[in-house]
């Protein structure tokens, strides 16, 4: 059985003990079972990079647009987000949303911001990747009047609960990253154990946030492993349930990303 690291940040791991080859950490975490990759972009300036990806790796999906907290001198048309995400090699609109945590101050751009991704992502019909942090009922509340019929994923979760199962009402599915393991994360082992498995999905968001046993290193794809694991033990299920249901979810919404490698193909 094979997992899928929905979330990862590929253009920008730390590839010093690959000997910058990106090639060895994608065959690291093919080592441990892990078997595509979404590459998700921050700036439009990305996309380009992370098509190439796509192109070179069979295994490798790509996003295109704009963190809420990036690149804030230039607000993407909604235009421009079509432009890169009708493309057959992005799978996905985002990683997008709001973050009232560091940036409060910039509650309204973000918004208009959230609004113009939410927008392209109908007109191209593929899902959303969404950023949420302290921002609870506007992150909903658009996504009730602007969020496309294609759904999406709240990922890196780290809100509590309620919202996670107001989330999955609207479609949408819930993505876990390391932050689960760590010692203070109540919260999202909560919403971890009960977030139907149906709408679960796991990732790394590297090279960010290491679960433990890895916490002080950069993260990696091949950690993605090491969260699916702890998850399943915190729900009482099998590793091999956990990968294969949050695998099928992988697939079931992210439409145009097709499998191009099975549990055979990696031998684990």
């Known amino acids: 059985m094979y997992l899928i690291d929905s979330h990862c940040h590929l253009d920008r791991l730390d590839l010093t003990a690959y000997q910058g080859d990106l090639s060895l950490a994608l065959n ?145 599915y819930i993505s876990i990253s390391g932050i689960v393991t760590f010692r203070n994360a109540d919260q999202v082992r909560e919403v971890a154990k009960a977030v139907p498995l149906d709408a679960l999905l796991v990732e790394t968001d590297s090279p960010y946030l290491a679960p433990m046993p890895h916490r002080g290193k950069k993260c990696e794809p091949q950690y993605v492993r090491d969260v699916a694991e702890f998850i399943a033990e915190q729900r009482g299920i099998s590793y091999e349930e956990l990968a294969m249901q949050t695998t099928a979810n992988f697939f079931r919404l992210f439409k145009g990303a097709k499998p191009k490698i099975t549990a055979d193909d990696l031998d684990v």
């Open 28 to 172: 690291a975490a093919h080592d441990r079972g892990v078997s595509h990759f979404l590459a998700v972009s921050v700036t439009l300036d990305d996309v380009a990079e992370l098509k190439d990806m796509a192109r070179q790796y069979p295994t490798v999906f790509a996003s295109a647009g704009v963190h809420p907290l990036q690149d804030l001198a230039h607000e993407p048309t909604v235009e421009e987000l079509v432009k890169e995400a009708e493309d057959e090699l992005i799978v996905a609109v985002g990683e997008t949303g709001l973050d009232y945590h560091y940036a409060p101050e910039s509650k309204a751009l973000q918004r208009e911001r959230f609004k113009r991704h939410l927008i392209a992502a109908q007109k191209v019909d593929k899902p959303v990747i969404i950023h949420t942090r302290e921002a609870k009922e506007d992150t909903l509340e658009m996504l009730e009047q602007y969020g496309p019929d294609a759904k999406g994923v709240l990922h890196c979760f780290t809100e509590d609960l309620d919202m996670a199962r107001r989330g999955v009402a609207l479609g949408y």
